[in-house]
Structure formats: C-alpha cells, structure tokens
C-alpha cells in the first residue's frame, strides 16, 4: 500500500488548507484513516482519524472544532480540511492507514503501519 499526501504549504493565521491524502495498492476501503503531525523537535502527533465508511471520527483536542476529517472511498482519498489555522499547527503532516477496526484508542503512531512521507504546513504569524 502506498500514501501520497498533498496540500500543504505556507499560509497566514486564520487561514483554510485542505490536505489530501491518495491511497493506492490497496484492493478495498476497510480501513481507518488518519493524519498525525510533526513539528520541528517535537514528537509525532495524532490530528485526527476516521472510520472507513465515514461514520466515526475522533479529533484531538487542540484541532477540534477547527479540523475535518472525511474520505471519499471510491477515490480511495482521506482529506482533512484545516480552517482558523495558527501558527502552532504549523509541522509535517502525515497520512496513515490502519486496516483493524475503527476505535477512539487509535491514537498512536505505532497504531497505524502504513505512512505516506509527509506534507509540509507552515502557518505564519
């Protein structure tokens, strides 16, 4: 399986960006999507995660109400559109796929075996 993530980039607080999230090589959609983050000397991050038919999410605190999580499954692509962004969202945002069942818990990196390799999103001040 194979992630591909796009969208990101430089943009001012208050902002809206939508990432995007390709995933190939995978023959079906049972799978639970997320998106982590990684800021520069930080630890990666959990953002946010989505069962595969959409029905479930969970959102971290810092981005709830801010953030959203969706899928489209006949493209086989997880977004997660971004508004009021501030300059502490700024990092590497990673794409992530999980093939167990959806669950709150998964929250972790090591939860989740296949990444894509990142897209930048820095939020300036």
């Known amino acids: 399986v194979q992630l591909a993530e796009s969208g990101g980039g430089l943009v001012q607080t208050g902002d809206s960006l939508r990432l995007s999230c390709v995933v190939s090589g995978r023959a079906s959609s049972n799978y639970v999507g997320a998106w982590f983050r990684q800021a520069p000397g930080k630890e990666r991050e959990f953002v946010a995660a989505?069962?595969?038919?959409?029905?479930?999410?969970n959102y971290a605190d810092s981005v709830a109400g801010r953030f959203t999580i969706s899928r489209d499954n006949t493209k086989n692509i997880v977004y997660l559109q971004m508004s009021s962004l501030k300059p502490e969202d700024t990092g590497i945002y990673y794409c992530a796929l999980n093939g167990r069942l959806y669950g709150d818990d998964l929250v972790r990196p090591v939860d989740f075996p296949s990444w894509g390799q990142g897209t930048q999103v820095t939020v300036s001040s």
């Open positions: 989505i069962s595969w038919k959409g029905s479930r999410s």
